[in-house]
């Protein structure tokens, strides 16, 4: 496999403010792609990020074949850009595809893809620590074409843009609301794949609570609408009395790469970690008997997000006095002071690019 790289002859690198970036709105110089034609893929080439054109049949407009992963890079002390547990990256990026339906890419192609755009595109990957270059590898139908089948034809794309911390402010937890209306996922269905349509489906419910002054909707099960599933882009972990409780997977919850970090890490620090079924009355009884301690929120964006509040069926419970709890925010520290190359990586999550020191930031 060869990697042609085709460098951008004016970088933008000098038009963005660092200390100012909202996220997804900016773009680094340069773009991985990659053509799957006559059943296979072409070996990958990075070039100017820029507008890519196709006529309006293209296929993943009309029936959704479109998949994407979410991961970040971090800038170490040591002058390396850290990208992390890039293996499961890769491992769910071809799940996800196989549910739609769509060919898979090889594990050298997504790592030393990945490798060669942080060489090529380091300078963007923000310096300042919590701040961090996200990245999104996706993938989908290219096929021009609008018969209600899968396509012959797909692309791969790896864009990626600067990202400032999530809580530059302080952590601010999030208030959650379930919904009678609307489920996200069934079994069976594409709710564990990270499909866009997903997404898609789930903005108006997002939008509704948000109207009703919450956050995010806490997703319960489809069926009985009972028990806890995930947050937005998240998934979910109750501390109840010592025990780590997070919904099992079980084919309708999208199985986070941070879920399985957050896993990892307490049964290190010897706390009994339960994945299993939790209906929503169980955690409202555990607040009510003062055994619910902390309830966070764990995802690639926020990596842990401190839940404040979760309202159901006109109930509200508040937690931790709308603070991040101490094991949240041990976890934290933890999770990302691994990213950064700050702590120990006792694991083996981190997969470091060597890279230059020169600042341009
Ligand atoms: C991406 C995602 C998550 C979190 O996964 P991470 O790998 O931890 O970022 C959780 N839920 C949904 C629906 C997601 O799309």
Known sequence: MEITVQHTDKSRISEINFDKLEFGRVFSDHMLEMVYRDGKWSDPVIKPYGPISFEPSLHALHYGQSVFEGMKAYYSDENTINLFRLED?????????????????????????LEELMKTDYKWVPKKYGHALYLRPFMFASEQYIAAKAAAEYRYYVITSPVAAYYSEGFNPVKLTTTENYVRAVRGGT?????????????LPARNAQTKGYTQVLWLDAIEQKYVEEVGTMNIFFLIGDKLITPHLGGTVLPGITRRSVIAIAKEWGVEVEERRISIDEVFDAHKSGVLKEVFGAGTAAVISPVGLIHHKGDTITLNQNEIGPFAKKMFDRVTGIQYGKLEDKF??????????????
Not at 89 to 107: D, T, V, Y
């Open 348 to 361: 083996g999550w981190t997969h470091p690019v060597a890279v230059g020191s020169e600042v341009l930031q």
């Open 89 to 113: 990256h890769h491992r769910r990026l071809n799940n996800s595809a196989r549910r739609l339906s769509m060919p898979e890419i090889s594990e050298e192609a997504f790592i030393r893809g």
């Open 191 to 203: 709710g564990e794949a990270k499909a866009a349509g997903n997404y898609g489906g789930s903005f």
